[in-house]
Every structure is written in C-alpha cells, then in structure tokens.
C-alpha cells in the first residue's frame, strides 16, 4: 500500500502545484514551466487564489476546486501556509507532497514540520521533504522541482540529502555523460528517508543502481536493513565525517568511534558501495548501473601501451584486486594477436601495433575464457589507430562473445578524438574513462559488490535469556546504588554470563579474606582498588601486579588501602580485587558505544600502542555474523600480528571471532542498558587455547 503511495507521489499521473506563480523568477513559476517543457504527460493543476491560468494551464483557487484526483502536490507556498494546504491536499485526497518549502526543522522550527508530518498521517500521504529541490523522472518526464531541466536519461537513480548539490548534479550529468532516470532530493527527511527509497526502489523497473547523497542518517538501523535487502547495487559518498561526540566520550572505543569510521563499517554491513568524492560517484555510478557485479578475483588487463598497464597494476593492488598472471593457454592464446616483443601476461600488453582486429580478437577471447571474472581494456591513442574504430571494436567484440555475465571497463588516454569514443562507449553501455585508475576502481566496486552480497549477514540473534536475566540483576543492583559505572567485578559477571572468559576474580573486604582468596585462586596473583569513586585504578596506586605469595599479598591489601585513600579520601571503597595473573597473551581490546545513528556498535582492535596510537581498529554495528567477525580480525593493519607473525604461534582466532560475536550479543540485548564498554586487554592466547579477559568496564546509561 506504502509503495503505491509513493508511486502516486514520485511517478504520478496528475500533479497539482500549490503555491503556482505566473511570475517568472519564482519557484512556483519554475515548477510549472519545467513540467510543460520537460514534457509531462499528466494532468497539471497549478493552485493559485488569483490567477485564472499560467502558462497557458488552467489555474484553480483552491485544491478543492479541482475536478480529477491528484496523485502528487508540489508544494511551493511559503512554510506559514503549509499547515493549511496539508489539510486542503489531504481532504482532496492528494496521495503524496513534494515539499519544496523551506523554514522547517533546519531553521528550528521542528514543530511546524511535525504538525504537517500529523496532517499527511491522518489522510494516510506520505511527505517529501521539506526543503527540497523536488523530484524528477526521466521515464514519465515529470520535472516537479526547480532543476532547470531533466537529467540525461539512464539506468541509476539518485537521492540527495543536498538540493542545491542535486542541480547541480543533474546539469553535470548531460557533461559527464552519466545517465539517470530518477532524481529525488529528500531534504529534512521529515516523513520519506533513504529507507522508504531503496525499498521502493526495488520495484523500478527504470532503476538499475542507486545512487545516494548522504550528510545523516535518522534512522541508521532501518537503513542498513532495507540496503541490505535492495535487489540494487546503491552507492554512497557521505559527507561530514568528523569525529562526532568523541571528545565527550568515557571510553576508549567512544573516543575512537569517529562517524566515518562508524559509517563505513555500517556501509558494509548493509552491502552499501562508498565513493570517495563526487567524481568517484559518478564514475561509480556508471559502472554498478551498466556493468554485472565480478564475481572473482581474476581480472585481466589489457593494453597497447606498457605505461598505462604498469598504471592499471598499480591500482589493481591499491584497490584490492591484485593481478594474477593468466594460465598458460590463456597466455598462448593472446599471443596469436601481438608482435613477438608483446606479453601475454598480465597485464596483456598488445603493442602499439595494436589495431582494431587485435583488439576484437583480444577482447573477445579474454571475455569468453573461463578463467577471466571480469576485463579492464587500455588504450594511448596512437596515430596508426583510431580511437572511435577501437572503441566499436571492443562493443563488438564483447557483443559477439554474448557473454553478459562478467564487467568491463575502459580506459582511452588521448586527446579529442579519445574522448569522442569515451562518450560513445558510454553511450552504448560501456563504461569509459580517461585515467586507468579509474578503469580499475570502478571495475574493484563491482568486485566489492560481489563480495558484499556473499557475504551478507542476514543472521537474526535471538536475545541471550538467561545471561540478560542474570546481567540485569547486576545491573539493577548498580543502579539501586546510584551507579551508572559498574566495578570489574561486576562487569566481569557479565562478560562470563555471554560466554567470554575473563581471569578469576574475587572480592576482598578485609585482608583476611583476600588471603583465602589468593589461596583458592592461585599465586602470581593480581591486586586492584575496588571503588566506584576511582575509576583510574593504577593513577591511584591502586593496582599491584605479580603478587607471589602470601606476605606479598597482605604489604599489597594494606598499602592499596592507603593508597586509595590518600587519593580520594571519601572514596567509596567496596574492597580489593584479588585476581589471577593471567599468562602472557596477545593484548587486543574489544569494546563498544551507543551509537547515535546506529546504535550498539561493536569495536575490534590490537591493545597496546596499536590502539593507543595508531588507532587500528575497525567497527561493526550489532549482530555481528562469525564471518563478520573473521572479517573484523583479518581487516585490521595488526592482523598478521595475531596471524604469527615472526615465528610466533598463531594466535587462537576462532576463539576471538566466538567472544566477537558473543560480545556484539551481549551489547544487543543490553542495548537500553549498555552506553559503553570495553575488554581491555582481552589476551588472546595460541590457537586451541582460548582468551581472557583481563580487565572490563561497562558504563551504563543515564536513566
Ligand atoms: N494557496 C495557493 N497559493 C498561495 C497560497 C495558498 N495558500 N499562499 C501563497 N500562495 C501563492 C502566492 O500568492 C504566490 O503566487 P503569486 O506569485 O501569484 O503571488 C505563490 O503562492 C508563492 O508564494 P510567495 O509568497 O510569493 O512565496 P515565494 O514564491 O517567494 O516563496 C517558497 C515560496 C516556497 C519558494 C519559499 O517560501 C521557500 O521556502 N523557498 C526556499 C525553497 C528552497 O530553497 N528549498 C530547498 C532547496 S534545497
């Protein structure tokens, strides 16, 4: 029913236009004039109290005087009318706004956005905007925005947080010769988001790829889920990613979860492909709307020239698709199409021999071979060939291979003539670029888009009963004594209940009984302050480490105790900690935040300097699969480290990947409760011998 909705709303077959002008320069003018001369087949209905026409079209005073139904309003009066014409469109029975007006939640006026948010609730219209542009469809060639005109017609579709970036991208389009068929500026996102798109999306029929224009989420979790599941290849460049509330955070992983980190690993998640600019957009763009996604890691480079093959290799490696060599008969049989002094390896070196027979046997065999998942084709125009007669030799020759199933990109490095064939392989569904680099980061997106379907986590993690039962008595324990900030003891509790092992831990009162306690654990042992009020236990002089016997232990009890207090002298002092030294391990720390957008998100790196540092670590929203946490651990700069690296035993990453997945569970169903956490160090041992965690924190949210 939603879909029809937004079908009436961004295809319709009539559209009304509240707030029309007859005054050239207004917007309400400019909406009208764009439906007439972009060619809008539907029914116009321009609203105006004062006009009888413009523009040569029928002008109503008010929507209710409108003979048809309306599918679509847009909505181009001044923001202190829009509660008013909400109310009119709905008893009208118009089915979805497109919300031009600005004056909304962008300039604070959050309530006057909500109460039309209401209005459009009660008669079931769905609400674009406000603050837009508008919406445009090649395919019914409606233009009810105030984009000067349509885009070049195409196979992707894009959706812009931005409206002025949205014009400005539509007019680049007939420029860069990057078609699309929709184009949808969503502004304050106050009833429609991204969401409501990339679902709706599936069943355009016009849409082959979506493109995305992000500056924030609302709503990061229904969004990864409807990407997710989009049918369509959609491609991201998201803008603003400074760190975000990091100064303020109480944790380790909250001072390192910045938003770009948090987005990417989101994007991820949700089989999203990121560009890096608005070029890489585009270019992107042309590639996973034209092109099938490379379902292997065999890419094959062709080219008449050494240079821009070593270029190509080059970026093959950066963008993580390295070059293998080709078998032998693949070799041998390039070979039947270069000089002597050409290579059959990879990169295929032609020559600058090269012609056009060359290059249609070349490509056409290196397509159809069984070992090649997907082609990269460089050209240097020469003056002994001519680039346009190259470029209809590569479509034929992939045409007549009749293979569809593998993507192509190309590379032409020359002048004019070049850039004439770039356009018109373009044009014919092949996409062409200038540099080789480009050739080859667009071809690593649709390898990327291979890789993220397969590995797509569709895992639905069913709530830990019995170790949330047990961690919220801890928790509301906690609270019940004013504490947002649970001790090691505590937090360890719940590590332990979601099946991660942490070093054995008892609470001393007196000295006494952390004398029977070393007793049970076992000597080396190690002494920590257990106080609500020090959370910096070793500043404190609160922390004695390798204890090995029972003298040592009663010196420690007593000159922790005095430490604590010279420290803090109303300290709330719960006691000592008496814990087993644990064994020497790999340090890694897992930890999470809240994040605003996303919520509970899990963060993976290796402790010490790597983290204090080099800041190498990565993230995951919650649930993590087991594959994902594999992921987690190989994706990392450290990860040879606990691959063994230097003669060292690998370390036990099964084990790892297992505390990652029950550690992304634990903060799921904790999610109302857990504001941050961490295992820091986590010590992970060699392979078959498991981790511990050595030290734990978890902050609880404010309530
Ligand atoms: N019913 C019908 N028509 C109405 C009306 C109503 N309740 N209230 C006003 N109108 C008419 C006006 O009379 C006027 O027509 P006219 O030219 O014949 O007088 C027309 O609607 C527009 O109203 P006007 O007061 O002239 O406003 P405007 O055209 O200067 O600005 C907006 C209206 C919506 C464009 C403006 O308020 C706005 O929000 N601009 C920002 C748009 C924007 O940048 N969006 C984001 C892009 S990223």
């Known amino acids: 029913m939603d879909k ?38 539907g029914k116009i209905y321009p609203i105006n109290p004062k006009e009888s026409e413009i523009l040569g079209v029928k002008c109503y005073a008010e929507l209710k005087d409108v003979p048809g139904e309306i599918d679509s309003a847009v909505m181009c009066v001044p923001a202190k009318a829009m509660v008013e014409m909400t109310e009119e469109c709905g008893k009208k029975g118009v089915k979805g706004l497109i919300v031009i007006t600005s004056g909304f939640s962008e300039i604070g006026r959050k309530d006057l956005e909500d109460e039309i948010v209401n209005i459009a609730k009660r008669y079931g219209m769905r609400i674009l905007g406000p603050n837009i542009v508008g919406s445009l469809s090649n395919s019914d060639k409606f233009n009810g925005s ?16 931005s409206g002025a970036l949205l014009i400005a991208l539509a007019m680049a389009t007939w420029t860069r010769k990057v078609g699309f068929d929709k184009l949808i500026s969503i502004g304050n996102m106050a009833d429609v988001d991204f969401a409501d798109l990339i679902e709706w999306f599936n069943d355009d029929e016009d849409t082959s790829c979506v493109s995305l224009y992000i500056e924030g989420l609302k709503n990061g979790r229904r969004f990864i889920d409807a990407a997710k599941n989009s049918k369509k290849p959609i491609i991201a460049l998201k803008s603003g990613v400074s760190a975000h509330g990091a100064a303020a955070a109480a944790s380790h992983t909250g001072s390192l979860a910045g938003a770009a980190k948090v987005y990417g690993s989101a994007f991820k998640q949700a089989c999203v492909i990121q560009a890096s600019d608005l070029d890489n957009l585009f270019d992107r763009t042309l590639g996973l ?12 480079v062709l080219t008449n020239g050494g240079g821009v093959g070593v270029l190509a290799t080059d970026a093959a490696e950066r963008y993580g698709i390295p070059l293998k060599f080709a078998p032998e008969d693949v070799q041998a049989e390039m070979k039947k199409h270069m000089p002597e002094f050409g290579s059959a390896k990879n990169p295929v070196d032609m020559t600058g021999m090269a012609g056009n027979e060359w290059y249609y046997e070349t490509v056409k065999y290196a397509i159809s071979n069984k070992w090649t998942d997907g082609l990269v084709i460089l050209y240097c125009e020469t003056s002994i060939t001519n680039p346009h007669e190259i470029a209809e030799s590569i479509k034929r020759a992939i045409d007549d291979s009749g293979v569809k199933n593998k993507p192509v990109t190309v590379s032409f490095v020359g002048g004019d003539r070049s850039n004439e064939a770039i356009a018109w392989l373009n044009e014919h569904g092949i996409p062409a670029f200038f540099a080789p680099d ?18 797509k986590n569709n895992i639905h993690v069913k709530p830990n009963e019995k170790a949330m039962k047990k961690s919220m008595e801890i928790i509301e324990a906690a609270r019940k004594d004013g504490r947002t900030a649970l001790t090691e003891i505590e937090a360890k509790a719940i590590f332990e209940a979601y099946g991660m092992p942490t070093t054995k831990i008892a609470l001393a009162k007196t000295e006494e009984e952390a004398i029977a306690a070393a007793k049970k654990i076992g000597y080396p042992i190690v002494m920590k302050i257990v106080s609500p009020d020090i959370l910096h236990k070793s500043d404190a002089g609160g922390v004695k480490v390798n204890i090995k016997d029972e003298a040592a232990a009663r010196e420690a009890f007593n000159t ?3 430490n604590a207090k010279a420290y803090k002298a109303d300290a709330n002092i719960h006691g000592i900690a008496v814990q087993e030294m644990a064994p020497w391990g790999t340090e890694v720390i897992l930890g999470s935040i809240n994040d605003p957008t996303f919520g509970p998100t899990l963060m993976f790196g290796l402790g010490g300097i790597f983290v204090e540092v080099l800041k190498d670590v990565t993230f995951r929203v919650s649930p993590v699969s087991s594959v994902e946490a594999m992921d987690m ?7 040879k480290i606990l691959a063994g690296a230097r003669g060292e035993a690998p370390r036990d990453r099964k084990a790892l990947a297992n505390a990652i997945v029950n ?11 857990i504001a941050e956490s ?13 981790l511990k965690v050595a030290d734990a924190r978890i902050i609880l949210k404010k309530k």
């Open 4 to 41: 029809k909705v937004l079908n009436k709303m961004l295809r319709p077959k009539s559209v009304a236009v509240v707030g029309a002008s007859a005054t050239p320069g207004k917007i309400g003018y400019s909406v009208i004039s764009n439906l007439l001369k972009d060619g809008y087949k």
């Open 146 to 161: 105030f984009c000067p005109s349509l885009p070049l017609p195409g196979k992707a579709s894009l959706v812009s947080q």
């Open 289 to 300: 709307s034209s092109q099938p996604p490379m379902k292997g890691d065999n890419l094959l």
């Open 438 to 455: 480009v050739a080859v980061n667009v071809i690593a997106a649709l390898r990327e888009y291979a890789i993220l379907q397969e590995q």
């Open 560 to 562: 922790i105790m005095k």
């Open 633 to 639: 651990i190989n994706e990392i700069k450290g990860a």
């Open 663 to 673: 550690y992304s569970s634990m903060i799921l169903d904790l999610k109302d409760e």
């Open 678 to 690: 961490d295992a820091n160090p986590f010590l992970v041992y060699a392979e078959g011998e498991g």
